[in-house]
Nanobody, 121 residues
Framework: QVQLVESGGGLVQAGGSLRLSCAASGRFFRINAMGWYRQAPGKQREVVAGITSGGGTNYADSVKGRFTISRDNAKNTVYLQMNSLKPEDTAVYYC???????????????WGQGTLVTVSS
């Protein structure tokens, strides 16, 4: 199994920045793609950004040019640098990781508990 722990959330004014981190631990062979999702009250969870094992990235249109996802494979950690934050970015942010427990089997998605980001106007 894989355990994911997010950190870095908090309260920030519009236009400010936050840096989220997510560290993976547990027993696994390899972590594949990782990503960040968010969910606002009463709304569905949505993809914010994703990154492949090779470093390829993709972003939701709403955050392009403002957010940057990165990863450190040696530390089993993924980051989300959030700049020019807007009130609409307020949500609980969740870390996701696709991982293989074994070399060619046991592939599953894992989720962190979430970290709250609140952007005030």
């Amino acid at each position: 199994q894989v355990q994911l722990v997010e950190s870095g959330g908090g309260l920030v004014q519009a236009g400010g920045s936050l840096r989220l981190s997510c560290a993976a631990s547990g027993r696994f062979f390899r972590i594949n793609a990782m990503g960040w999702y968010r969910q606002a009250p009463g709304k569905q969870r949505e993809v914010v950004a994703g990154i492949t094992s090779g470093g390829g990235t993709n972003y939701a249109d709403s955050v392009k040019g403002r957010f940057t996802i990165s990863r450190d494979n040696a530390k089993n950690t993924v980051y989300l640098q959030m700049n020019s934050l807007k009130p609409e970015d307020t949500a609980v942010y969740y870390c996701n990781a696709n991982a293989n427990i074994y070399q060619i089997s046991g592939r599953n998605d894992y989720w962190g508990q979430g970290t709250l980001v609140t952007v005030s106007s």
